[in-house]
């Protein structure tokens, strides 16, 4: 593999498709696979893991904003898209870009029929859903009848799937919880089926439910965070290949005697005679002050190297004074010899927010199959 020039995030397209075989076979054959690729894909590329995906027979994408889906449509992505939080004000372009929203409440679901009753639309496809506990977005099931109430009286939409969102499907302390959610979400399917006289999608699992609630499957499964290698679980961890891979080189090298300090607020100081190492990059692109200060480290050739002092807006420090290294050097911050899992945790936080929060500015490097 060619040195890192710059900060780079490879993106493992080999390890995506990977990932996208092995959640697939947790699931009947027939059942339909949405794979969520909000946030740029979860921090990776969301075109190129679209296009990816679409060629290895998804069935579906979900994203959160309308904004998002324009951009896959504009880069040719042609099946359906779901987005799961559309605003009106952006209406206009869902249907342009035949994205097709998510409708959590009466008043959205009204206000979208009669959008797409004045665009002269007809069966435009739409979700609905429910909240069975998550208490964040989505109708209730005594609700059902009076959604049915409004799609009844219209051609412009039709119920192309209901789902749902659990809470803690990782959590097996809260496994009577979401027990209780996927029993609520089958009675709300059981309603729908008599209003409506036919079965639309039903979708409730997310990653770790595929993994831990099989038997949830329904019809749809919607996997986001286990596409890019990331099970919320040890077990589940072993069976997935992390897509992403987060690496920089070596600026300088500074040799420094005991009493130096190093950084912002000199919270480092020097015990012996060292070696401190300069990375281009800091909590501008996501490695945030959290992981400063020997909260975690680096690998330098494979080694371990503490991450020393306050993390800067753009440049981090670490301590490689028992490593043979040299400037120009590569330098992995998470994938390979660092599980991001791990790195998340050392900045009280998880894998999701680690890998969506590395900053645009960063270059993605794709590394096909
Ligand atoms: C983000 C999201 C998902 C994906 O969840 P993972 O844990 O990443 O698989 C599924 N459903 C909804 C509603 C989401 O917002």
Redesign the pocket.
């Known amino acids: 593999m060619p040195k890192a020039q710059e900060t780079v995030l490879e993106i493992d397209l080999g390890a995506l498709a990977h990932n996208y075989r092995t959640i697939r076979a947790k699931i009947p054959k027939d059942v339909k696979f949405m794979a ?1 690729i ?1 946030a740029y894909a979860y921090g990776n590329d969301s075109v190129s893991v679209a296009q990816k995906l679409q060629e290895l027979g998804a069935d579906y994408f979900a994203v959160a904003y309308i904004q998002e889906g324009v951009r896959l449509r504009e880069a040719g992505i042609s099946i359906p898209i779901m987005i ?1 939080h559309p605003q009106k004000e952006n209406f206009g372009q869902l249907i342009d870009h035949r994205l097709e929203p998510s409708l959590y409440s009466e008043k959205l679901l009204k206000e979208f029929t009669a959008f797409a009753e004045e665009k002269k639309q007809k069966d435009y496809p739409v979700h609905v859903k429910f909240n069975t506990g998550m208490n964040r977005l989505g109708f209730t099931e005594k609700e059902v009848e009076s959604i049915f109430g409004i799609f009844s009286k219209t051609s412009a939409i039709k119920l192309q799937s209901a789902f749902s ?1 659990l809470a803690a499907s990782e959590d097996w302390k809260e496994r009577d919880f979401t027990l209780g959610q996927i029993s609520n979400f089958r009675k709300i399917a059981a309603r729908l089926l008599e209003e409506f006289n036919y079965e639309p999608l039903l979708h409730i699992c ?3 439910a595929i993994f831990n609630y099989p038997e949830a499957a329904f019809s749809m499964v ?5 596409l890019y290698g990331f099970g919320n679980d040890k077990e589940i961890d072993k069976h997935l290949k992390p897509v992403g891979t987060l690496k920089t080189l070596i600026s300088q090298i500074q040799q420094l005697e005991p009493g130096d300090t190093v950084g912002y607020n000199r919270t480092y100081k020097a015990e012996r005679p060292s070696k401190i190492a300069t990375l281009p990059l800091g909590y501008a692109d996501g490695i945030h002050r959290k992981y400063g200060n020997d909260k975690i480290g680096v690998f330098v050739n494979e080694q371990y190297a503490p991450i020393v002092g306050n993390v800067c807006m753009d440049i981090i420090m670490i301590d490689v004074t028992d490593i043979d290294c040299k400037e120009g050097d590569e330098v992995v911050i998470f994938g390979g010899p660092q599980h991001a899992t791990k790195f998340a945790e050392a900045g009280d936080t998880i894998s999701y927010e680690l890998i969506t929060g590395v900053s645009q500015r960063v270059t993605r490097k794709i590394i096909s199959e």
Do not use: E
Request: hydrophobic fraction near 25%; charge should be positive.
């Open positions: 969520v909000k799961f969102h997310n990653t770790s919607r996997s986001g965070i286990g």
